[in-house]
């Protein structure tokens, strides 16, 4: 299984670390000692944009939180990365 990395493969175990990251910063936001794990940004698009075509109707909306949780979850996922 070592020579075969690819990708793919990175780009699930970033995607599993932005949100294991994410769901630890989520718990750990009422501890008091680790209320600073959930501390980031949020950006994006604050109301979704509604493109209305009379019979189908879209709606666009994006929204981005980056936390220290999240950023430790993708460095986690890239050593786990270049261990397998």
């Known amino acids: 299984m070592r020579g075969a990395k690819n990708g793919w493969t990175l780009f699930l175990l970033i995607l599993a670390g932005i949100v294991l990251g994410g769901f630890v910063g989520s718990l750990a936001a009422d501890i008091s000692g ?17 493109l209305s075509l009379g019979l189908l109707v879209l709606t666009f909306g994006l929204t981005i939180k980056i936390t220290i949780a999240g950023i430790l979850g993708i460095v986690l996922a890239i050593l786990v990365y270049r261990w397998i």
Do not use: A, K, R, T
């Open 34 to 50: 680790l209320d600073w794990l959930n501390y980031g940004q949020v950006f994006g698009l604050d109301s979704p944009i509604v």
